[in-house]
């Protein structure tokens, strides 16, 4: 199985072709007018920009769907071709992390792929994403289907047995790949065996450094079940207020039932093709502007800037491969597992600064849809449903079309998208 690294190369311990100090000026002016222009390209060497997004589909997504996650991959598959104006036959790769081993969904697409790449990598969650975008930009393929499927499953990962922790592996979700869980044993040691545990861990201590309260995180939840009532696919769209969010059941201080995501059946499938093809989309192709990644050093709790996560790391090589500033952002996708990391993304990627999250995200308004960054605007995971990061990409990328119906924002030229938290990070840029 052949693959290109989802991270970029590294030489002497610098990043190839990145100019030191990239992301320079005050905000977002200079910088709009080169999406579309040559100065960014000329200005630094950013493989990924070689690539777009050239099409989206997804499957039904409910709880409990009683279908297969073969005839999920199948329906996500072949919408996500159609939109990109191609066929199986023009497939020439395929990545993927989910429940549908890639040779089965190729055989039922009728695809011939010379090109297979998946599973976890410095991308985290979207490394899959990432390598379909180094592939296509390297020459190995010219369009990689990209695919997530999940089925509602209980229980952890890991060992319930505490003594099994140290240098335990985990088969990953794509059957066939590897990923240490070797981070996991301290935490196993306090018997805590969830990441619900992990992430409250983390979040108490931001509350205990920066006052971040209860309510603020209920904001989240709150603002994420508005939207997800303008998504006909979500879970959940009924209406929540900050009191029901306050009366649900606890789950891990001071995490509460609504601070978790929602488990659901689905597949999300992306179409990743050289910027060459752009001209024959028959939808407004969405450009890759920069990728970032980490490889999660220091684990859950390791870290000696505890309560951060690799999604400092991942946010740092973002930026240091673009010319845009975090100001110029117009609306983000943010990985919301749980609430509280969701605000670690917000404060990594500089959308807000350190400690600031909660009162950023306070009353809702600044991340609504009207707001100056709407954020999580299909729902997120807490209200529309667990894709693994994958749903954050699709809306992206009808944001960035200007395609999303009811809930459309009004900018919509720079999304940041990220997935992931603990040490498993990836983020990226995307600019219509």
Known sequence: MSSVP????????RLIGVISGAMRGGGASGTRASLEGSSSRDAMSVLERDAIIAGIGSSRIGRRLGVSALELTEAASRAAIADAGLTPADIDGVATMGDTPPEEACQQLGIAAGWHGGGFDTGGL??????????????????????????????????????????RSERGPDRGQSFSMDWAGPLL???????????????????????????????LAVTSRRHAGLNPQAA????????????????????????????VDGSIAVVVSHVSHQADCPNPAVRVHAIGGSPGHGGWDQRPDYPKMASTDAAAQLWSRSDLRPADVDFAQLYDGFTFLAFAWLEALGLCADGE????????????????????????????????????????VLQLRG????????????AAVAAGGGPIAGCMLLTR
Request: charged share 15%.
């Open 6 to 13: 989802c991270s970029p190369p590294v030489q002497n311990g």
């Open 126 to 167: 979207l490394s899959p994403v990432m390598s379909a975008f180094w592939a296509v930009a390297a020459g190995r393929a010219r369009h990689v289907l990209v695919y997530r499927t999940v089925q509602m499953v209980g229980g952890s990962i890991l060992p319930p047995d505490p003594a099994n922790a140290p240098r």
């Open 189 to 219: 040691t306090m018997h805590a065996y969830s990441a619900a545990n992990w992430v409250a861990m983390h979040c108490r201590r931001h509350m205990y450094l920066y006052g971040t309260t209860k309510e603020q995180l209920g904001w």
């Open 236 to 263: 959940y769209r009924d209406p929540m207020t900050l009191d029901d969010y306050l009366a649900a059941r606890p789950i891990s201080d001071p995490l509460g039932l609504l601070d978790c995501d929602v488990p």
């Open 357 to 396: 999250a909660g009162p950023f995200v306070d009353g809702g308004d600044r991340i609504a849809l009207d707001g100056p960054l709407p954020l999580n605007t299909y729902g997120g995971q807490l209200s529309a449903g667990r894709m693994h990061g994958y749903w954050v990409v699709h809306e992206a």
């Open 403 to 414: 395609q999303a119906g009811d809930r459309q924002v009004a900018r919509h030229d720079v």
